[in-house]
């Protein structure tokens, strides 16, 4: 939250339509991302009631649970869910790309593509990850065995769930937070939670504005809730009577088409509301560094697709070492994520300028050919002064980095007022004259950025077998245990 | 129902206009600490008003809905938990928790017909007493305790038990939301302890006016939830201290609900009629979205907030950043340049100047820098990003 995005947030309700906070889309788009919308039991941790799933628009896959009470028919569902995020993963891994070796000669790949997928919200999220969970560990032989696609599939969902926790992976998606990476809107971001409220600021039907649409999304009947908790309302009237008379039925065709066509008719609302959004977010400019990060996403990809066959299921809570290296990747990436995003988008750029930790103005002079003599070999030191009405809180000698191109390169001299005075120091060539055009010329606008993306490196950490004693030492190999192969799934 | 206790200070029951008092339960206490400051909110819990059916009245029916779902598991839970004397969770927290639970007698005090919840009061009461003074191991299931509200006296109805263990009780909540490898939804786990720490501060308060020192109640809680996916119970100990401090601070702080009724228009009554709508915007409130998840009048002040334009309906963070400026149309004058501000406001107003011009710079070049002139080296010839980058 900045002032920013705060006076984002009062223009909305000044105009009664959300207000960009970006320029540029900050997440990548598959051609064919796997949008999903599943709904569960109200009351219970993880018990599928219902997904809406599909990679196209017009012809989404509906599963239902007719009883989500009943063991069966969830291990079904889970198979058919099973089956269709797996031929997601197949189908949208593309070519395999040879990379050089690694500095150990290792041989690296990449795959062109990786599955994407969308949902949402958070809470579709956290249920991928208590499916996921509930899933991973179960036997496909033995008493208990379930079909082989089932736990494949809650190995999947957990690595998913692991990638929407790293700043900007685009793997899965959540379409209220990146929307609202993109829009303010006129209410608070609890109403924001709500992907119809969230849609009706941003893009409202014909004739209404935010608050109208806004207004209209809070009323579960005309637009129930995008999961994946159900409308109460619902619950009551519609679902429990459907679910009852499939009992009394004992699971008759006619029966279970009921509770289907009632799933359906909370589902499909949200769907074309999620193929909307993406619309939107499509119709945005990519940003630059979109590639970069989708390629890291795809390297993980490709890392857990090759291995997958040789790994067990990820572990229920991380070893020492796994912890250490997941908080050090995440925080990595955080900061690494909000310096490209800078970057990439003169808005979010604004809250670097606004909180001083950047600057922009106009070139009022400059000295591109300016030689520092002091040393033994003169070196290239520019100078440049630039006129800003920003309010700098950087010291003299900061250094700091142009917003257009973070090869260049240079340290605050003086702040007198308004004017810095720059020196470059490198980004220019390696001559003793700057590469043509690389200087800003006197009359251009220019941002300076204290903030790099690449500030610190990876830490080593130890193999896991190497894990010290202060850690509790090696953690034991993974057993699959009965245990978790007949934990109840109630 | 009877009246509220003779030893209020100052009876606010008339403000109910001769509806029937709604009993505190956790949720609204520990919900009236989240939002100390709300006038409105204070008077008609002081009074005891059934804010549901004021707000439905009002045309702004609260969304507290449940799931029948939800209350079905959540019922099935707590009676497999409560089952024969509690038997599964005396042997839950002796197996689990490792603790010498000896023998122990179990108390229902759930209201039987109609009694006064005075009378109910006075039981547990007496049945605490009884087990403070003989230190035996006991459940007490139901407990009505009492705590002081806003110079109010409320009753507590927890669906919570209190248990004596080595002479010290302890409350155990039961609750339905599952713990997935040791690890539940911390907004939910935030909620429990906040509402633990209330019955804790009751039960202190009960204590201490039997003469015996509050500390035998316990800070240390337990929560008995479903383990990972299944109905199993697990039992986990937590320590509300910190949230006791927010209770006993927020609580004292609360603005005390008798001055603000005192203030209040003569004859003024929350009774269910026309005259209801003026009534309650009589009295101020301080919304806030945080409101929509706790209290019952939260869709009619929000509606009430928006007409007036208050930056508080866009939540406290987005005021907090506009230094306080409580008006949206006072803080986008601010930001244009057409207000003059007043001494205090001089910061924000600045911020706010600075954040305008920002965004009209970016928003009125970003469509055609990104034609022009790549924002960024990476759409420029990657050579020549790489040049860049070898110098530096």
Not at chain 1, 62 to 85: H, M, S
Not at chain 1, 224 to 236: E, I, Q, S, V, Y
Not at chain 1, 250 to 268: D, H, I
Not at chain 2, 89 to 105: I, K, M, N, Q
Request: with cysteine; proline share 7%; charged share 25%.
């Amino acid at each position: 939250m900045s002032t920013l995005t705060a006076l984002a947030q009062l223009e909305a309700l000044a105009t009664g339509r959300a207000q960009p906070v970006a320029t540029v889309r900050h997440c990548h788009l598959s051609e064919k991302p796997l949008v999903m919308i599943p709904l569960k039991l109200a009351g219970e941790a993880a018990a599928p009631l219902a997904t809406m799933l599909g990679t196209d628009r017009d012809a989404p896959e509906l599963l239902v649970v007719p009883q989500p009470r009943n063991r069966d028919l969830r291990f079904a569902y889970a198979a058919e869910l099973a089956k269709a995020v797996l031929a997601h993963v197949e189908a949208e891994r593309g070519a395999t790309e040879t990379l050089e070796p690694s500095k150990d000669g290792e041989e690296r790949f990449r795959y062109e593509r990786a599955p994407q997928i969308v949902v949402p919200n958070r809470g579709g999220v956290g249920f991928l990850r208590l499916l996921g969970r509930s899933t991973r560990f179960r036997s496909t032989e033995g008493p208990w065995a379930v079909d082989p696609a089932v736990p494949m599939l809650g190995r999947w969902l957990t690595w998913y769930a692991d990638r929407n926790d790293r700043p900007g992976s685009s793997l899965l998606l959540t379409l209220t937070e990146t929307l609202r990476l993109h829009w303010a809107t006129g209410q608070s971001s609890l109403e924001d939670g709500n992907l119809g409220a969230l849609m009706g600021w941003i893009d409202p039907p014909d004739g209404m504005d935010g608050p109208s649409a806004a207004a209209r999304a809070e009323d579960p009947v005309a637009c129930p809730p995008a999961g994946p908790t159900t409308d109460p309302t619902f619950d009551n009237e519609v679902l429990a009577p459907a679910i009852a008379a499939y009992d009394e039925s004992g699971g008759a065709p006619r029966a279970e088409e009921r509770v289907r066509a009632a799933v359906a008719s909370q589902l499909r609302p949200t769907w074309d509301l999620a193929w909307r959004a993406l619309d939107l977010l499509r119709a945005l400019p990519e940003g630059a560094s979109v590639p970069r990060r989708w390629e890291r996403d795809r390297d993980s990809f490709t890392y857990f697709h090759r291995e997958f066959a040789e790994n067990p299921p990820q572990a229920k809570l991380d070893d020492a070492v796994r912890a250490a290296r997941r908080l050090h990747d995440l925080e990595r990436s955080q900061e690494s994520y909000e310096a490209q995003r800078a970057f990439d988008d003169p808005l979010v750029m604004a809250e670097q300028r606004l909180a001083g930790q950047a600057f922009g103005g106009v070139v009022t002079a400059a000295d591109p050919t300016r030689l520092d003599e002091s040393g033994k070999r003169p070196k290239l030191r520019p100078h440049l002064w630039i006129r800003t009405e920003d309010p700098v809180r950087l010291d003299e000698g900061a250094t700091v980095v142009n917003a257009a191109r973070p090869g260049l390169k240079g340290r605050i001299v003086e702040i007198d007022g308004g004017d810095v005075l720059l020196e470059l120091t490198g980004g220019m060539g390696r001559k003793l004259t700057p590469e043509a055009g690389v200087v800003p010329e006197p009359g251009l606008e220019v941002v300076f950025t204290s903030r790099t993306s690449d500030s610190w490196g990876a830490a080593k950490f130890p193999e896991r077998d190497d894990t010290p004693w202060t850690h509790g030492g090696p953690p034991a190999e993974y057993e699959p245990a009965d245990e978790d192969a007949t934990e109840v799934w109630s | 129902m009877s009246r509220d206790d003779e030893h209020t200070a100052t009876d606010l029951s008339h403000l109910r206009g001769g509806e029937a008092p709604r009993n505190h339960d956790a949720r609204t206490i520990a919900a009236l600490t989240a939002n100390p400051g709300c006038a409105r909110r204070g008077v008609m819990d002081a009074a005891a008003v059934d804010k549901d059916a004021v707000a439905r009245h009002l045309g702004f029916g609260a969304p507290f809905g449940q799931s029948q779902f939800a209350i079905t598991r959540g019922n099935a839970f707590e009676a497999q938990v409560k089952a024969d004397g509690c038997a599964e969770l005396l042997a839950l927290l002796r197996d689990r928790l490792g603790l010498d639970v000896p023998e122990v007698a179990y108390d229902d005090l759930e209201s039987v017909g109609t009694e006064s919840r005075e009378v109910r009061h006075a039981r547990t009461r007496h049945l605490m007493a009884r087990a403070l003074e003989t230190g035996a191991g006991t459940l007490f299931d139901h407990p009505l305790l009492r705590l002081d509200i806003a110079g109010q006296r409320a009753y507590l109805e927890p669906d919570v038990i209190a248990f004596q263990l080595g002479g010290r009780f302890h409350v155990v909540e039961v609750k339905s939301f599952a713990v997935v490898d040791g690890q539940a939804e911390p907004e939910q786990v935030a909620a429990a302890a906040r509402q633990s720490a209330v019955y804790v501060l009751a039960l202190r308060e009960l204590v201490e006016g039997l003469g015996h020192d509050p500390e035998r109640v316990s800070h240390e809680v337990f929560l008995v939830c479903p383990e990972n996916f299944s109905n199993r119970p697990t039992a986990t100990p937590l320590d509300v201290r910190p949230q006791l401090a927010v209770v006993k601070r927020q609580l004292a702080r609360l603005t005390r609900a008798e001055d603000i009724a005192r203030r209040l228009p003569e004859g003024l009554t929350f009774a269910l009629d026309e005259g209801l709508p003026e009534a309650v915007r009589a009295v101020e409130a301080r919304y806030a979205p945080e409101c929509m998840a706790s209290c019952e009048m939260a869709l009619f002040c929000r509606d009430e907030a928006r007409a007036c334009g208050a930056t508080g309906t866009l939540g406290r963070n987005v005021r907090d950043e506009l230094g306080g400026v409580d008006s949206v149309v006072t803080a986008l004058e601010l930001a244009r340049g057409v207000r003059e501000p007043s001494e205090d406001m001089a910061e924000t107003a600045e911020q706010l100047r600075i954040a305008a011009r920002l965004r009209r710079e970016a928003l009125g070049s970003g469509g055609e820098r990104s034609a022009e002139q790549p924002l960024v080296g990476a759409q420029a010839p990657r050579g020549a990003t790489d040049v860049l980058e070898r110098t530096a």
